[in-house]
């Protein structure tokens, strides 16, 4: 029997810590890691919340209280301020109880700004309409994304950037992969509509009638068969990572792959999932992270040789025989996955995108030279800046002597997370497939 969840003044004091230490430069999940059990589901469904309408409520919080109240202060108003915040949506509580709790929250966090919280908090609630309003004329305020983030969308997508930055805010959508040693998808839809979950199969071809999107999210412990490896949690844009780079000409049995950057797992799982009888090096440089992808692995009761090193450092784990092919899920600004982390946004720095571009290009360099000739490499990274995905590739040909690298238009290039004849869209993704001819 699960325990009752905490006071909502106490979900509302580790919610507010939880932002401040994402506006630290901490990554949500870490901080969630260390909050208590039974707070933990609610604590994590108010930052998620708070972190999407961050931009808004911190212009808020500057026009009504120009001074910057100490961090403890504005971190707990910041987080009341998003949670009132008008998103279309049915608000999480209502006004009344927000405040009064926010208020209980800071009687105990710091007692003496109790009052200068409730002060700005009713205010609010008064003014909603003005004040967001004019929040909204500032395009932080409007977008909630960092000033420099929402220029560099416009600049990479200028007719779909409103677009693009709206739907960042939403909540996704949560999609399975059925284990194709294990079942179909359209037998996995009647399975959870037995158990009262409704369900339909994606209809695209590359995914080969096993991806499946959920009318509602369930926990995994929900889904049939989930513990026994039947299916696991994917989005639809990193289920094209295994049909990609097994399609086209049929790799040799026992074919040699690399999946370069592994951790958690789910892209080599699958790849075993559609070829059990591929020869797959798992390789990430992050041991904790490697360890995912064995979990990952017996669940689905697959198996792959793992290593635990820097895909650049080919001296220290390559034994020399070239791979038949490479999927490289490069590290990333995850810039097309924030539905998802939407601490991402107020995480990352210009600085970082440069320093993540140069990254790319040092593995896409060291790995080239490990495909087999005929062989294949599959780029792929989860973001929707240019500087990650299409200028990674011209780039990287450019540098290549001519002929000897042949780019294969079956390759999406850069998905967008857009709203297509109104069902949920998939994450942001960059995929280019390279043949070594």
Request: net charge neutral; with cysteine.
């Amino acid at each position: 029997m699960s325990s009752p969840s905490p006071p909502l003044a106490r979900l509302l004091d580790l919610t507010a810590d939880a932002v401040q230490a994402v506006r630290d430069g901490r990554s949500l999940n870490d901080v969630l890691a260390r909050v208590p059990a039974d707070a933990r589901p609610g604590v994590q469904a108010l930052s998620f919340h708070v972190l999407r309408w961050l931009g808004g409520a911190t212009e808020v919080r500057q026009a009504v209280a120009p001074k910057t109240p100490p961090p403890q202060v504005d971190a707990l108003l910041v987080t009341a301020l998003a949670l009132l915040w008008p998103t279309g949506d049915t608000p999480p509580y209502p006004d009344h109880t927000l405040v009064d709790q926010a208020v209980n929250s800071a009687r105990q966090r710091t007692p003496a700004a109790a009052g200068f919280i409730n002060a700005v908090l009713r205010r609010f609630v008064r003014e909603r309409e003005a004040l967001v309003a004019a929040a909204r004329h500032s395009p932080v305020g409007a977008y909630n994304h960092p000033l420099w983030w929402i220029e560099r969308i416009k600049q990479d997508w200028a007719p779909h950037w409103q677009a693009l930055l709206q739907q960042a805010n939403r909540h996704p959508p949560m999609t399975l992969r059925v284990n194709a040693q294990r079942g179909s998808g359209a037998a996995y839809v009647e399975r959870l509509a037995a158990q009262g979950q409704g369900a339909q199969v994606l209809a695209d071809p590359l995914l080969g009638g096993q991806a499946l999107a959920l009318d509602k999210p369930c926990p995994v412990t929900a889904l049939p068969g989930f513990a026994a490896g039947e299916a696991s949690v994917q989005d639809a844009a990193a289920q094209r990572a295994a049909p990609l780079l097994l399609g086209g000409t049929p790799l040799r049995e026992g074919a040699r792959v690399l999946d370069a950057c592994a951790a958690p797992g789910g892209k080599t799982a699958h790849l075993l999932e559609r070829r059990p009888d591929l020869d797959v090096l798992a390789l990430d440089s992050d041991p904790l992270r490697l360890a995912r992808v064995q979990d990952t692995l017996n669940r689905l009761q697959l198996k792959a040789r793992l290593s635990a090193a820097d895909g650049r450092d080919t001296a220290r784990w390559w034994d020399g025989q070239p791979f038949d092919a490479i999927l490289l899920d490069a590290p990333c600004s995850a810039s097309g996955i924030v539905r998802r982390h939407p601490d991402v946004r107020w995480l990352r720095r210009p600085d970082d995108i440069v320093a993540l571009a140069r990254l790319q290009d040092e593995l896409l360099q060291a790995l080239w030279p490990l495909v087999a000739p005929g062989g294949r490499l599959l780029y792929a990274t989860c973001s929707l800046f240019k500087a990650e995905g299409s200028q990674r590739i011209d780039a990287f040909l450019q540098r290549q002597p001519a002929g000897t690298v042949q780019p294969d238009p079956a390759a999406p290039g850069h998905l967008l997370p857009l709203a297509d004849n109104g069902a949920a869209p998939e994450d942001g993704f960059f995929y280019a497939l390279l043949h070594k001819t």
